[in-house]
């Protein structure tokens, strides 16, 4: 089993910056992937970014060059800096962890909400 915790969330002006955490515990070694989802009201849930476990990265084209995806093992934490946030990243942020290399998420986190305001 792997645990994951979010935190960072909260609300910030449109062009604003925020740093999400995901506090990581279990059986992290049997992890492919780490990623950040982000659900809006009313739509369906979105992949943001992923990191793999050998450091290659993937983000959704709306947060390219806006978002980065980061991990500290010795922390063992995972980040998700955000950068020049628009209106339209309001949205719960979803940390999740996948065993297999493709696929959906095996665990998940409780989420943090990010509210950014025009």
């Known amino acids: 089993q792997v645990q994951l915790v979010e935190s960072g969330g909260g609300l910030v002006q449109a062009g604003g910056s925020l740093r999400l955490s995901c506090a990581v515990s279990?059986?992290?070694?049997?992890?492919?992937?780490w990623g950040w989802y982000r659900q809006a009201p009313g739509k369906e849930r979105e992949l943001v970014a992923v990191?793999?476990?050998?450091?290659?990265?993937y983000y959704v084209d709306s947060v390219k060059g806006r978002f980065t995806i980061s991990g500290d093992l010795l922390k063992s934490t995972l980040y998700l800096q955000m950068n020049s946030l628009k209106p339209e990243d309001t949205a719960m942020y979803y940390c999740?962890?996948?065993?297999?290399?493709?696929?959906?998420?095996?665990?998940w986190g409780q989420g943090t909400q990010v509210t950014v305001s025009s």
């Open positions: 999740a962890a996948r065993k297999s290399a493709t696929g959906q998420a095996d665990y």
């Open positions: 279990g059986k992290i070694f049997s992890i492919n992937a």
């Open positions: 990191l793999s476990s050998g450091g290659s990265t």
